[in-house]
């Protein structure tokens, strides 16, 4: 299921941004960065997609509701 960045591609992502503020990046290094960043950011949103959805909400009249089927729409 879905995306997983790894210690050694969060440690790459890091490198190329550090080197992009001092000496610049090649075109292959902006490249890699942009791959590395949209696997990243994919990662987070699915994480926070799966911790959002186990969380229920009790509604004013009482009632239990799972957030993931309050609003389908809200990702």
Do not use: C, P
Not at 27 to 46: D, G, P
């Amino acid at each position: 299921m879905g995306q997983f960045v790894t210690d050694e591609e969060i440690k790459r992502i890091n490198e190329l941004y550090h080197k992009s503020k001092t000496e610049g990046l090649s075109e292959n290094e902006k490249s890699e960065q942009a791959e590395l960043r949209k696997k990243y950011v994919l990662a987070v949103r699915e994480s926070l997609r799966g911790s959002l959805n186990s969380i229920s909400v009790k509604e004013a009249d009482g009632t239990i509701t799972r957030l993931k089927d309050r609003d389908k729409h809200a990702f």
